[in-house]
């Protein structure tokens, strides 16, 4: 019997599909508004992806809608009016997080080139990554459910880079 992709089988269909299609259907759109967004921030470098995105360019990937960045802090509200005028508000399931905390804008110094849902985007070097996300596990203000979503990127971190374990909290490595 042969089998014929359908809404039915989407591991056939992922099998066909490219990350940024994937991502498109999952997220309503998230990737052609991750594409705008691009394409706002180029206007207004530095920036960096620092969350689950970025991780997911150092390690193996998993599945998520945020988008969480660094921009230059005075940047902020020009970037603002721009993803205003380009139609950003809640068209998408896309949650695009900018970090207003002091301690990222050395982020943008170190930052690489890498391929996000088949987009040249700059992303904070793997050693600034991993200080992020300790300093989001170890905000107790922090949600239990985003803190156990930073301890998780630090340990797929630790298990695929076994030379950053030294950064990483030993109570989170003592787990793997």
């Known amino acids: 019997m042969r089998q014929v992709d359908s809404p039915k089988t989407p591991s056939l269909l992922a099998a066909h599909m490219?990350?940024?299609?994937?991502?498109e259907s999952v997220t309503n759109g998230g990737a052609t508004d991750f594409a705008e967004l691009v394409t706002v921030l180029n206007r207004n470098?530095?920036?960096?992806?620092?969350?689950?995105?970025?991780?997911?360019c150092y390690v193996e990937p998993v599945y998520t809608v945020d988008v969480d960045l660094v921009v230059v802090a005075a940047?902020?509200?020009q970037i603002g009016r721009e993803l205003e005028a380009a139609g950003f508000?809640?068209?998408?399931?896309?949650?695009v997080q900018f970090t207003t905390d002091a301690r990222y804008q050395d982020f943008l110094a170190g930052a690489t080139e890498?391929?996000?849902?088949?987009?040249a985007?700059?992303?904070?070097?793997?050693?600034?990554i991993?200080?992020?996300k300790v300093w989001a596990w170890q905000d107790k203000e922090r949600r239990s459910?985003?803190?156990?979503?930073?301890?998780?990127g630090l340990m797929r971190i630790a298990e695929a880079h076994p030379k950053l374990r030294g950064l990483i909290p030993a109570e989170i490595v003592k787990q793997l």
């Open 45 to 56: 470098k530095p920036w960096c992806l620092i969350g689950g995105l970025a991780v997911n």
């Open 75 to 77: 940047n902020l509200e």
């Open 130 to 132: 991993v200080r992020g």
């Open 121 to 128: 985007v700059p992303v904070a070097s793997l050693q600034e």
């Open 18 to 23: 490219t990350a940024a299609e994937i991502y």
């Open 114 to 119: 890498c391929q996000v849902l088949g987009l």
């Open 145 to 152: 459910t985003k803190r156990k979503k930073d301890k998780l």
């Open 89 to 95: 508000r809640l068209s998408s399931e896309l949650n």
